[in-house]
């Protein structure tokens, strides 16, 4: 019978794997080599580029941005004048990618959820409609789209003096859409504000009714409570920012009159074919990756929800969704990268955005490849920011021992 080990013995750690430990250095240390040849090689290239220019008497480096641009900008986020520098010029087609790509991926998202749904739906005429947009949509190309849209919004609408109104004080017409705004300026940094924080309650909130329900098994609920905290965080920041304001908490309201439309805040129909036009394209997508996140739960999970008495919403809220998100993430990533990237076709329809910017900056000072190197820096940074909080709220949301 062999011998017990001694408790001091036995209760030591194991000792230290030293081939293990050498093993990661090792890799690392490749790691870091292969970098920095690639750096190098990097380097290298544009040296090489840049020497060959010079030679052949091109003008190289980016000493161009702090010179004026001379060109006008039609919108953007920031203020803009001709006579400012072309770094400034470069920042406004920046703002206006990011502002159409972000309003664009939260439409989709919602349009392309709802379309997968749909097409599991029991309701035949649903699931047919649903089915017939996601094949015709995705199977025609971006760019046709992006110019129907703007044919569509640019033609076809009537003209500023008969613009179409949809809801009161919304006026849509070849001119774009007008609609109103707080008259203080105030109100839209308050309202941020409070945006903000209804944001960081419901976060809150969200984490509290998963610790309950990890710890009790009670649900609280979660949709009403979010959408009540983020609706009354900007209605009590525009509250304030009204009360601090000069003009209350009047609204500048759009009027029509024999001509033009005026007061209010408008957006350009070359932004809203834009924006229509990556949000459609992408739901189709979307919809897909949703259907097959569905599809891939299992079909005991389902009779187990149904055997617990929850109906066909909470199945879905529950036991569904939960379980799809694993599958859905990270395609829905790849979707989100590509309607950051094909944002770049907005120039076919003369939206200011950062390539348009860059040909136009491009043309007027004949820098080819730093303007190139700058779209392709914006478009590397916007992906890689992207995917990396993509990959987070992945992480966050994968369901733990699950195979």
Request: glycine share 8%.
């Amino acid at each position: 019978m062999p011998a017990k080990p001694h408790p001091l013995i036995a209760s030591r750690p194991p000792p230290p794997d030293n081939r293990r430990t050498a093993y990661i250095w090792r890799n690392r240390a490749l790691q870091l080599v292969v970098l920095a040849i690639i750096g190098l090689l990097v380097w290298y290239l544009i040296g090489n580029t840049l020497a060959n220019m010079r030679a052949r008497g091109a003008h190289a480096g980016f000493d161009f941005l702090l010179d004026p641009a001379g060109f006008e900008i039609s919108e953007g986020l920031f203020g803009y004048e001709s006579g400012q520098p072309f770094w400034r010029a470069f920042l406004v087609g920046l703002g206006n990618t990011v502002r159409v790509a972000l309003s664009s991926i939260v439409v989709c998202t919602v349009l392309g959820t709802l379309l997968g749904i749909g097409r599991l739906s029991r309701n035949f005429l649903l699931r047919s409609l649903c089915t017939a947009y996601v094949e015709l949509v995705r199977n025609v190309p971006i760019l046709l789209q992006l110019l129907m849209w703007y044919f569509v919004l640019s033609d076809m609408l009537p003209t500023s003096d008969e613009a179409l109104s949809p809801l009161p004080g919304l006026f849509l017409s070849k001119s774009g859409l007008v609609f109103p705004v707080p008259a203080s300026p105030l109100s839209w940094i308050y309202a941020g504000a409070g945006l903000l924080l209804g944001v960081t309650a419901s976060f809150l909130h969200l984490r509290r009714a998963s610790r309950v329900l990890s710890d009790s098994g009670r649900q609280l609920p979660r949709v009403w409570p979010v959408v009540l905290m983020v609706c009354g965080g900007i209605a009590l920041g525009y509250a304030l920012g009204g009360l601090i304001g000069d003009t209350g908490w009047a609204f500048d309201l759009p009027e029509k009159s024999e001509i033009n439309i005026s007061g209010g805040a408008a957006v350009t129909p070359e932004f809203l074919a834009v924006f229509l036009g990556l949000s459609t394209y992408t739901a189709a997508f979307v919809a897909e990756v949703v259907r097959a996140g569905v599809q891939s739960v299992q079909h005991g999970q389902l009779e187990a929800a149904r055997a617990l008495g929850l109906g066909r919403v909470q199945q879905l809220r529950l036991v569904i969704l939960p379980q799809a998100m694993r599958v859905i993430l990270p395609s829905l990533t790849n979707q989100y990268l590509n309607l950051t990237k094909n944002s770049s076709l907005a120039v076919a329809v003369g939206y200011p955005d950062l390539v348009s910017i860059a040909n136009t900056s491009l043309n007027q000072t004949g820098r080819a490849f730093e303007c190139v190197a700058i779209i392709m820096a914006v478009y590397v940074s916007l992906s890689i920011l992207t995917a990396l909080f993509m990959h987070r709220f992945n992480r966050r949301a994968d369901l733990k021992g699950l195979a």
